[in-house]
């Protein structure tokens, strides 16, 4: 991902993530809070830091796999700890492999404010496939 070889994944373009670093089973991705990010009551939307978390823990899998292996998120859990506000310092998002099996990998992810404050932390249960399987559902691609 950080050379090139594999395209950060385009949520991340959409919702302003930037890939900081990767490391066989471990990525690290930052995003400035921004107005758009807030949900009504003026605070970063859950929606955003679960999908930051998502991504780091789901990168890190991909980053311990054979190229062209892939994997998708089955559960994701979310603590949130903190409240982010649009303006504030530039955030941290760590995701890390803690089991990698043949069929399925269990990773966490972290954000970290930018003084190391906790703000959320996640657990990521993710299936593992080979591109033969990548669409496997009904309706397949042209």
Do not use: Q
């Amino acid at each position: 991902m950080l050379e090139g070889r594999i395209p950060a994944p385009p949520v991340a373009t959409l919702l302003g993530f930037e890939i900081d670093g990767v490391e066989a089973g471990r990525v690290v991705f930052g995003l400035r809070p921004e107005e758009f990010h807030n949900n009504p009551i003026g605070v970063m939307h859950g929606g955003v830091a679960a999908a930051l978390l998502d991504t780091v823990a789901g990168c890190a899998v991909i980053s311990m796999l054979p190229f062209g292996v892939t994997c998708a998120t089955l559960e994701l859990k979310v603590n949130y700890l903190r409240s982010v506000t649009a303006g504030a310092d530039r955030l941290s998002a760590e995701g890390s492999v803690l089991h990698l099996g043949r069929r399925s990998a269990l990773a966490e992810g972290k954000l970290w404010s930018a003084e190391r404050k906790l703000i959320a932390h996640a657990t990521a249960t993710l299936m593992i496939f080979p591109p033969e399987e990548l669409h496997s559902g009904s309706r397949r691609p042209s």
